[in-house]
């Protein structure tokens, strides 16, 4: 099992800043399967980046995936309202066992 | 646009089998580009991957959850079910139906289209 860490729980930001989320694995994932996506409240997650650095359709560009091998980012290069949410990283490099991390969520 | 929706009981007795569906609109369950999973979640474990289906029948399923469950796809009704056998309280979760791209080797690959949920509540 391919245990996900990420960091920190929770940020507290407004409307224009930055933000770099962490996402560390316990080993490496293997081809960068590693995916990240968006949750808002009472709301299904919803793909953002997938290979640790694709934008999946519909991503906005202030949205990016870096890393490789155990450690991950997703940066938001400038906050807008609708971003607020909870992201989750997920590996499916494990085919047997994909795995999720516990999430960060952004906060106002 | 390919879209999924879960549909089944939103409550269910403790020791029995839980029973969820999941419909497919917009694609076809039998393109050989998807693969078919299922997920939950809880306030306490957070995303927990179930399983994943090919349309062919072949699955991957979450060794904590194995021995508990079992996924079939219906190609005649475009739809993919899940059996979960005897629940317990652990058990009451949202779940979510998904669709998954398949990679270049053909094995499971990232959730790209999600239901929106059911609540499912184990308790008597």
């Known amino acids: 099992e391919i245990v996900l860490t990420q960091s920190p729980e929770t940020l507290s930001l407004s409307p224009g800043e930055g933000v770099t989320l962490s996402c560390r694995a316990s080993r490496t994932v293997t081809s960068n399967y590693l995916a990240w996506y968006q949750q808002k409240g009472g709301q299904a997650p919803r793909l953002l980046i997938y290979d640790a650095s694709r934008r999946a359709t519909g991503t906005p560009d202030r949205f990016s995936g870096s890393g490789s091998g155990t450690d991950f980012t997703l940066t938001i290069s400038r906050l807008e309202p609708e971003d607020f949410a909870v992201y989750y990283c997920q590996q499916y490099a494990s085919t047997a066992f994909f795995t999720f991390g516990p999430g960060t969520k952004v906060d106002i | 646009q390919l879209q999924v929706q879960e549909s089944g009981p939103g409550l269910v007795r403790p020791s029995e089998t839980l029973s969820l569906t999941c419909t497919v609109s917009g694609g076809s369950i039998n393109n050989a580009l998807y693969y078919w999973g299922w997920v939950r979640q809880t306030p306490e474990k957070g995303l927990e991957w179930i399983g994943n289906i090919y349309h062919s029948g072949s699955s991957y399923c979450n060794p904590s959850l194995k021995t508990r469950v079992t996924m079939s796809t219906d190609p005649s009704n475009n739809r993919f079910s899940l059996q979960l056998t005897s629940v317990t309280a652990a058990d009451s979760a949202v779940y979510y139906c998904?669709?998954?791209?398949?990679?270049?080797?053909?094995?499971?690959?990232?959730?790209?289209?999600w239901g929106q949920g059911t609540l499912v509540t184990v308790s008597t």
């Open positions: 998904a669709q998954l791209a398949s990679n270049p080797r053909g094995r499971p690959y990232y959730f790209n289209s």
